[in-house]
T-cell receptor, first 114, second 111 residues
Framework: GAGVSQSPSNKVTEKGKDVELRCDPI?????LYWYRQSLGQGLEFLIY????????KSGLPSDRFSAERTGGSVSTLTIQRTQQEDSAVYLC????????????FGEGSRLTVL | GQQLNQSPQSMFIQEGEDVSMNCTSS?????WLWYKQDPGEGPVLLIA?????ELTSNGRLTAQFGITRKDSFLNISASIPSDVGIYFC???????????FGEGTQLTVNP
């Protein structure tokens, strides 16, 4: 497709389980971002990938969170030993501008931890 | 990191009314962006501002980049039901690696 694609769109898991969320950015976009949006809240920055540079991981809330981007395209956000407070919508965005201007967002993956 | 203070948090208006929301910061930015998020969707860019004092329109939407570079506002004229959603201001951190978002303004338009 032409837009940012995220999967799964919804994920319900039990506390303590690991989850993986996937993002397919727009083709040719070199920058990829992960944000978290809790219910009724703004967007919380998690991690940023730009080309082959080292990712900016400064927004990851704990060491249970990690992300990788393979081949400069698809990215996976992994949350280990999920907690109830991890419940949120995880949004992926991509951009073709290095300095983070116009981001194009996917529809998000809604994670519910029981 | 740099924070964006967005207000109001929510607005309830009648169809046809004009709307104004703003975003302020103690930090200076070189770019201001306004996004809209429909329920169940990701945010979509409405207007981008790149120059202090710039006033830009997109249909019924008008946004301005404050002259001090520390604020921006968004106006919506003659609101319609499909304007419902959450509006976010955003600006790139000076380090260039992340986009910081305001807390959002939830807009409800009553027909």
């Amino acid at each position: 497709g032409a837009g940012v694609s995220q999967s799964p769109s919804n994920k319900v898991t039990e506390k303590g389980k690991d989850v993986e969320l996937r993002c397919d950015p727009i083709s040719g976009h070199t920058a990829l971002y992960w944000y978290r949006q809790s219910l009724g809240q703004g967007l919380e920055f998690l991690i940023y990938f730009q080309g082959n540079s080292a990712p900016d991981k400064s927004g990851l809330p704990s060491d249970r969170f990690s992300a990788e981007r393979t081949g400069g395209s698809v990215s996976t956000l992994t949350i280990q030993r999920t907690q109830q407070e991890d419940s949120a919508v995880y949004l992926c965005a991509s951009s073709n501008r290095r300095s983070g201007g116009e981001l194009f967002f996917g529809e998000g993956s809604r994670l519910t931890v029981l | 990191g740099q924070q964006l203070n967005q207000s109001p948090q929510s607005m309830f208006i009648q169809e046809g009314e004009d709307v104004s929301m703003n975003c302020t910061s103690s930090s200076i930015f070189n770019t201001w962006l306004w996004y809209k998020q429909d329920p169940g969707e990701g945010p979509v860019l409405l207007i981008a501002l790149y120059k202090a004092g710039e006033l830009t329109s997109n249909g019924r939407l008008t946004a301005q980049f404050g002259i001090t570079r520390k604020d921006s506002f968004l106006n919506i004229s003659a609101s319609i039901p499909s304007d419902v959603g959450i509006y976010f201001c955003a600006a790139p951190q000076t380090s260039g690696s992340r986009l910081t978002f305001g807390e959002g303004t939830q807009l409800t338009v009553n027909p």
